[in-house]
C-alpha cells in the first residue's frame, strides 16, 4: 500500500497544523489533476480523512487519504476502504498531501515507498 511518514513533529501536533490551514485545493501537473475536496476530523481528533478525487487521461478515481497520528510520526496514506487502483496519479496524490501536511507543520519526510513521487 503507497503511503508517507512524516517525523521531526508528534503526529498529533502535524495533524493538528495541517488541520487548521486545510483548504480545498487543486492540484494540476500535465494531464494530471489532484482534487482535494474536504477535510473528516474523527470525534476524538486522532486522524482526518482527505476527500481526494485523481484524473489522468480520461480515467478517474475517488478515494480517501488517510492521515493517522502516531507518537512521533504521521502517516499519510491510502484509507483501506476506498482501495483505489495505485496509478501514478493516485501515488501523486499522496504526494501532493504529504507535501502540504510538510509545509504547515513543519515535519520532514521519514520514509516511503513512492520516492519517486514526493515533491521535496
Avoid: W
Avoid at 497520528?69 to 501523486?92: G, I
Wanted: glycine content about 6%.
Amino acid at each position: 500500500m503507497p503511503h508517507v511518514v512524516l517525523d521531526g513533529r508528534s503526529g498529533a501536533e502535524a495533524l493538528e497544523a495541517y488541520v487548521a490551514r486545510f483548504e480545498p485545493s487543486v492540484f494540476r501537473e500535465g494531464d494530471l489533476v489532484v482534487k482535494i475536496e474536504r477535510l473528516y476530523r474523527d470525534s476524538a481528533g486522532r486522524g482526518a480523512l482527505l476527500e481526494t478525487i485523481v484524473s489522468e487521461r480520461g480515467h478517474t478515481q475517488k478515494f480517501f487519504i488517510q492521515l493517522a497520528p502516531k507518537q512521533a510520526e504521521l502517516t499519510v496514506r491510502l484509507e483501506p476502504l476506498t482501495d483505489p487502483e495505485k496509478t501514478p496519479a493516485v501515488r501523486r496524490a499522496l504526494a501532493v498531501v504529504a507535501a502540504r501536511v510538510v509545509a504547515a507543520a513543519g515535519c520532514a519526510y521519514a520514509r516511503s515507498n513512492i520516492d519517486a513521487y514526493l515533491m521535496r
